[in-house]
């Protein structure tokens, strides 16, 4: 099964609401990080948070990471039309290689 | 645009065709990745390569699915004999190093099987 698992697995808001998504895995990590993916394009990275930290920001994100529950949590704040995307947690484990391994995704649409 | 370049972006193939996918990583990576994308679905890992090297490929079936990344020119994901459930969204990403930070992504090769 997938190293990070989000939840929930869709996500509909109003525009200028927040949306919050979960981020869980099994194994430690030396990193997490968050992805976006617009219909049919590639990923882009969002954030990385490391092991050592616990909540990070970047703009109208807002990434927490809890160790003891291997879990992450990603905000956006005041969402937009445009934040319409699937987004994706991808964990960096040493049990995993040198790979990054993808969880399955939130699809969150923001209705305007 | 100095990102990563995969093409080609839409591939076509009968059933027992083969499917070569490039992808080009941006400028000063050396490290390259191919994820493997089903609709609806997350990312799944296939093959790690270094320039002339296969470091990981885990991901990657044993039959039919190759990869190389020579020491000059692009990567290539190469299919032999194809089969409608290969058809997927394949996708290459890159980085300076070792797992040092973010992947760049390319937008993907789309591969339908008919």
């Known amino acids: 099964s997938q190293q990070g698992e989000e939840d929930p697995q869709a996500l509909s808001i109003q525009e200028g609401e927040n949306a919050t998504m979960n981020c869980s895995y099994k194994t430690s990590i030396n990193n997490l990080q968050w992805y976006r993916q617009n219909s049919g394009r590639g990923l882009v990275h969002l954030i990385l948070?490391?092991?050592?930290?616990r909540e990070k920001h970047s703009g109208r994100l807002r990434v927490t990471l809890d160790t003891s529950k291997k879990s992450s949590s990603l905000l956006i704040t005041a969402s937009r039309a445009a934040d319409t995307a699937s987004y994706f947690c991808a964990t960096d484990a040493e049990a995993a290689g040198n790979k990054l391994t993808f969880g399955g995704g939130t699809r969150v649409l923001v209705k305007p | 645009n100095a990102g990563v370049m995969q093409n080609p972006r839409h591939l076509v193939r009968r059933r027992g065709q083969e499917a070569r996918l490039r992808c080009s990583p941006m400028?000063?990576?050396?490290?390259v990745y191919w994820y493997r994308q089903l609709p609806e679905e997350g990312l799944k890992f296939m093959v790690y390569?270094?320039?002339?090297?296969?470091?990981?490929e885990s991901g990657m079936p044993k039959e039919r699915f190759s990869a190389e990344f020579p020491k000059e020119g692009p990567s290539i994901l190469r299919i032999q004999q194809v089969v409608r459930g290969d058809s997927a969204a394949y996708f290459c990403a890159s980085s300076r190093g070792q797992l040092t930070g973010e992947l760049f992504f390319g937008e993907g090769s789309r591969l339908t099987v008919l």
């Open positions: 400028k000063g990576h050396s490290h």
């Open positions: 948070i490391r092991s050592n930290e």
């Open positions: 390569l270094q320039k002339e090297n296969i470091i990981d």
